[in-house]
């Protein structure tokens, strides 16, 4: 692409390429970086550094059965962190995500097991409950006007209660559906996991192809096509690394019985990834809600219905939370008092905020849960492994988030000294 570099005089005007070459692009992610657009850079860099660390504290940690287990520990922290992004883009917060979380597992446990009602209703019950909670918050915030700090704390109270109702006090509700057990508990055949691999990539590289192609002909400023080869390079070494450890045999006696492949809730991550990405960054939908997080004012002015995104992004993070609470049942097979309590809310916030969503609104991608949520799965994974107390655990997770909101807040500065706010 040919843009036009301006003196002082018309005249003297020439044709200068825009980041045609990867060394200008580089020089431009450079600047960006010294501007305060940090992106997922500090999550990435954290993660490499985590996993060297443990690998080199306990040399069990990089085998292919503990990469299996990052994968189903950290599923629901990530699937609720993917909701959150949606309400910490405008600058609110959803405390109960968490208890919520727990709500529909419960209503899940109950419609199959006591109920007898077929997985799929209860389901999507589960998550038609999530969608009512995410309705009621939202409501209560974008139209009566209360904080969401406030209504998503009593909400975080309540849902405990509702909890103890929906299990009869505190007894353990257990989930034997084939499907919803198989989703943390079953593993896609290798081939199957290879087939998946090679649509994942095939499908970006082509994406990533025809926005290069379409924005070349229209004579927009894009990418140079070795940076667009490089970026799908890189997501094909990486996917087929994850697929190839994956189906290595973890099995202890593979005579008796095979575990290798892919786990079920894998695929699922990924497409919910992909889907709520593409609504937050192809959609009208999404602008608006970027617009709406950065300026909420100028969004109201513009036309933009505020009241109506914002009751939308509690709907969004209630319905992945829902989606979490399933995936939790499935992982212990069960559900009891504790489920989406604890340490589930904090770690979501946390992954959010450690993979460069902003807790002040108008920042974050749906790709920042996922490196959080695999920084947060791997400090739990390998304090796990070094048989760390639960106190050195927490205040380990502790300054790590601490460290990815200062890490935020010196961002912010930087880009508002530079102008780049």
Known sequence: MITQSRTDHPETWSAVPARTTLDGHVRSYLA?????????????????????????LRPNFLTAGNFANLFTQGAAVVLIAMGLVFVLLLGEIDLSAGFASGVCAAV????????????????????????????????????????????????????????????????????QAAPIVAIENRNLSPLVGWLLAAVAVAGYGVTQLRRYHTRR????????????????????????????????????NSLISS???????????????????????????????????????????????????RISVFVICSSMAAVGGIVAASRFSSVDATTGGSDVLLYAVGAAVIGGTSLFGGKGRVVDAVLGGAVVAVIDNGMGLMDASSGVKYLFTGLVLLLAAGVDALSRRRAAATGNR
């Open 259 to 309: 575990n290798r492949g892919m786990p079920v809730v894998v695929p699922l991550i990924a497409v919910l990834f992909v889907a709520l990405s593409f609504v937050l960054s192809r959609t009208a939908y999404g602008r608006h809600l970027q617009a709406v997080g950065g300026n909420r004012e100028a969004a109201h002015r513009a036309g933009i219905s505020v009241d109506r995104i």
């Open 217 to 252: 002909t229209r004579d927009l400023a894009t990418d140079p096509l070795s940076v667009v080869l490089i970026r799908i390079g890189g997501l094909a070494a990486v996917v087929g690394a994850a697929v190839y450890v994956l189906n290595l045999e973890r099995s202890l």
């Open 108 to 175: 899940l446990a109950n419609l199959l097991t006591l109920q007898g009602w077929p997985w799929y209703l209860a389901t999507l019950a589960a998550l038609a409950t999530g969608a009512a909670i995410g309705l009621v918050l939202g409501f209560l915030v974008a139209k009566v006007g209360i904080p969401s700090f406030v209504v998503t704390l009593a909400a975080f109270l309540a849902f405990q209660g509702i909890m103890l109702m929906l299990i009869k006090g505190g007894t353990t509700v257990a989930v």
């Open 32 to 56: 960006r970086l010294r501007g305060g657009d940090m992106g997922a850079l500090p999550a990435i860099l954290g993660l490499v550094v985590l996993c060297a660390f443990f690998s080199v």
